[in-house]
């Protein structure tokens, strides 16, 4: 194992092996737009904040990953563009969480980062 590989390893270990995690990411670029993620993580469960804008469009939403389960709660764009619902499901659902297994639904990438192992991957 070369030097950069090492190093490497070195920092998965050492993540994987804490309790719990803070991390924050700010300016971030995921899809399109710009991104705010406020984060705390365990090795199998987590929470996000996330403020976003793109395409003229912007909100803010939660996520919580619990044994298996994802809930989000948002506003109604949010839940328009990241949980493709449609307006007036998007109005319903607005500040009510809503439970969806797997992430089932939920846009790729957006469940990444709710672990200590997802974030060490990262």
């Known amino acids: 194992m070369g030097p950069k590989a090492a190093r490497r390893a070195a920092v998965i270990s050492a993540a994987l092996a804490q309790k719990s995690v803070h991390w924050f990411a700010d300016d971030y670029e995921l899809v399109e737009g710009e991104w705010s993620i406020d984060a705390d993580v365990t090795g199998d469960s987590g929470r996000a904040e996330l403020n ?7 909100g803010e939403y939660q996520l919580v990953y619990v044994k298996g389960m994802y809930y989000v709660r948002g506003d109604s764009e949010s839940l328009r563009w990241f949980l493709n619902l449609t307006k007036a499901e998007a109005a319903r659902y607005a500040g009510r969480w809503i439970s969806t ?3 089932k639904r939920l846009m790729f990438g957006l469940t990444d980062g709710l672990t200590l192992p997802s974030v060490a991957r990262e």
Do not use: H, S, V, Y
């Not at 976003?52 to 912007?58: H, I, K, N």
């Open 52 to 58: 976003w804008r793109a395409e003229g469009d912007g």
């Open 101 to 103: 297994l797997n992430g």
